[in-house]
T-cell receptor, first 115, second 111 residues
Framework: ETGVTQTPRHLVMGMTNKKSLKCEQH?????MYWYKQSAKKPLELMFV???????ENNSVPSRFSPECPNSSHLFLHLHTLQPEDSALYLC??????????????FGEGSRLTVL | QKEVEQDPGPLSVPEGAIVSLNCTYS??????FMWYRQYSRKGPELLMY????GNKEDGRFTAQVDKSSKYISLFIRDSQPSDSATYLC???????????FGQGTRLTINP
């Protein structure tokens, strides 16, 4: 496996379900991110982890709960979601947070539908 | 006012045309400017990166930054059907911990 892999690629859940999204990066990076991509809206940064510590929480509702057990893995735990949470959730990694190179490496995303 | 404004399109042009994609921004502290390309059902990938003002060329792609006008552009010469994708501009301030993205412009190159 190379790059950033996300599972599952598609997820349908009811408003009372609990599910998790998983991200794994094979690039040796030390920062990982969750972004939300909705139609006709800019990418929204949700969480940033640097060296396994959360450094950014962009006013995300508590029904989204991130977990970063090590520098290669990132999870997004979902519970009691709302239909407006339906979106593409993208995981990304970078070598550092300073964006001196500007390069984030994105996974292919998990398409979430909340019924 | 949004920090970064980008016309979402869609934009459709014939093969071989020159394509111009643009973003405007309001934060004069932005120093790093990027263009990402996102194919359908894929994640975005970095296409061009520019620090501060000026031009940068990479093959058929040219990125321009005009900080005085708070305006950035991406030009695609001799456009190909394989260039059909959504193009997102992104920018950040020095030492920032996050990128601010535009809405993305959906581009289709017709054979």
């Amino acid at each position: 496996e190379t790059g950033v892999t996300q599972t599952p690629r598609h997820l349908v859940m009811g408003m009372t379900n609990k599910k998790s999204l998983k991200c794994e990066q094979h690039l040796g990076h030390n920062a990982m991110y969750w972004y939300k991509q909705s139609a006709k809206k800019p990418l929204e940064l949700m969480f940033v982890y640097s060296l396994e510590e959360r450094v950014e929480n962009n006013s995300v509702p508590s029904r989204f709960s991130p977990e970063c057990p090590n520098s290669s893995h990132l999870f997004l735990h979902l519970h009691t979601l709302q239909p407006e949470d339906s979106a593409l959730y993208l995981c990304a990694s970078s070598q550092d947070q300073g964006f001196r190179t500007g390069e984030l490496f994105f996974g292919e995303g998990s398409r979430l539908t909340v019924l | 006012q949004k920090e970064v404004e980008q016309d979402p399109g869609p934009l459709s042009v014939p093969e071989g045309a020159i394509v111009s994609l643009n973003c405007t921004y309001s934060n004069s502290a932005f120093q790093y400017f990027m263009w990402y390309r996102q194919y359908s059902r894929k994640g975005p990938e970095l296409l061009m990166y520019t620090y501060s003002s000026g031009n940068k060329e990479d093959g058929r792609f040219t990125a321009q930054v005009d900080k005085s006008s708070k305006y950035i552009s991406l030009f695609i010469r001799d456009s190909q059907p394989s260039d059909s994708a959504t193009y997102l501009c992104a920018m950040s301030t020095m030492g920032a911990q996050k990128l601010v993205f535009g809405q993305g412009t959906r581009l289709t190159i017709n054979p």
